[in-house]
């Protein structure tokens, strides 16, 4: 099965960073971003990633639509989507509600702290096969 990281962070360094990053990893056959959550649904909903992702990685403070709301619309608009992918949220702040939202929504699997580190992508590999390992058994 093939496997692919979606990132969905408004910030352009961000963006490059974690492109390159999963591309020098060799971990993950596919990489594509959006800018917010808007875009996003788009992307997933109309089929324009050209790969099913196995990771979402989602930033909570983003313009237009921001990394919750995006996530309470995919699953309003396609739960089944979200059946075999992995989600980590993303973000530099460690905001006391968002930390409480993370926790109670049990479709979200970590929470990443900015600024990224390329032990990321293996982390989010990881707890990717280890979840589809989980649903395999």
Known sequence: MSSGLFLIDDDEAIQFIVK???S????FENFDHASNGNEALKKLI????GFSPSVLL??????VMNGFDFLDELM????KLLK???IAMFSSSENKDD????KANKKI???LKKPFRKEYIEELFRIHNSKTNKKGA
């Open 24 to 27: 020098r990893s060799g971990l």
């Open 84 to 86: 075999n992918i992995s």
């Open 99 to 102: 930390m409480e939202k993370i």
């Open 109 to 111: 699997d970590v929470f």
């Open 20 to 22: 390159s990053f999963v």
């Open 76 to 79: 309003k608009l396609n739960s």
């Open 58 to 63: 989602i930033d909570i403070n983003m313009p």
């Open 46 to 49: 109309n089929g324009e990633l």
